[in-house]
């Protein structure tokens, strides 16, 4: 990618005096590196992205989800003791949600499920506190109870309240087909499980994005690994962040209940829907990325999946067409949202579960990152520039509000 296509962000140092110097850096800590990790890496010439060295493409394709989370928390794929012992231990986690965490789910209203996924969170760790410690092995362990049991609290939580009902894990079964068995409530396909199982892979981790980065600043405290997940879930709930998939769906729906009015096939109609939102200054969901400038790596992932389920052709063009007219309008490429969101329609997901989904990969990385933070802990606090008044002394109210 070439340098022009970066913003140039400016970093000016400031002296204090007898403090020494102050690094005053871009809004948003664009193109800032505030530490390092060996977890995953998005490459600042959005040429690769890594997991533990891997492609993410290479991983999305060919990797399970037992193998790429094992990979993304423990650093290297596993062999086959250790996959089944970790394959074990995420299907054991999974079908022992406390009933107490149930229990609380029935009386939670009808809202949006990733405050489900927060409430959750914080409901584990105050059931497990008992056993919390900063030991690595207990980390370990910690991790693998969330990775296992945050999916099956959002499936079960978000069926209830939608539905009234909800459909417990199955004993044995494959982590990816399972959750996407109790979200539908119905068999998926082995083609739609592993369609929603490279989803996942895809969504584990992506460097410091804003939800990993919230996890790590609860890490650096040294609160818990739930209290910091709960965070991250909070973070990945903004539709600048995580939301973007659910918002990129209500706009192909949108668009494509339009298009039915006109008469015109959607793949052509979302070119004049998408330049007349640009005209508007509004901003298309699924599209722009803080590091990506070119092209998202993970979008082929998923658009080989499209392909294969419902209405697969169809959808590509669409997508080749909206990005089409971004590309020629804004210069910005479609990022991962844009892709799932159609990914998880064809599997016949609810909308509101598309970030809860995001969630259920991006634990992986979530708790890896609290993990490689606690292990090498500096508490992370910056430090403000106050631009605020000076000098200004208490009245009381009947004085300071005197007209
Ligand atoms: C992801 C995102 C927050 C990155 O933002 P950023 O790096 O801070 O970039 P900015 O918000 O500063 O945007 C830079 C410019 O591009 C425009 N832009 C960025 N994303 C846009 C989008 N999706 N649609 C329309 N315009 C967009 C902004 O309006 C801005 O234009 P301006 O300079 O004329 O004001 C941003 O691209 C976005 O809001 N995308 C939509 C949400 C989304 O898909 N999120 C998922 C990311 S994986």
Redesign the pocket.
Known sequence: MSGELLKRVECKLEEIPGLGTFIVVPK?L?QVIPDTTAISGVDPRGEQTLYRGYTIEDLGMNANFYEAAYLISRGVLPCEDEYKEFKKRVDYWRGRVPEKVYDALKMLPKTHPMYYGAYGALLLGQLYAPEWSLDKDSLYEHQIRLIAQLPVIFAAAYNLAYYGTFVRPESGADHAWDLLRMITMREPSALEARAFESSLVLYMDHGFNASAFTVRVVASTLSDMYSAIAAGIAALKG???GG?NEEAMKMFLDAWRKAVEKGVPLEEYIVEYIKEK?ARKE????????VYKIKDPRTDVAAYYIKQLKDGDMWLKVLKNAEKVMWES?R?PS???LYTAILYYQLGIDIPMYTPIFAMGRVVGWTSHYIEQVLDNRLIRPTEKYVGPVGLKYQPMEVRCRR
């Open positions: 948003g664009e539709p600048l962040h973007a640009l901003r298309i969901m699924g599209f722009g990325h803080r804004k910005l990022n991962i949202d």
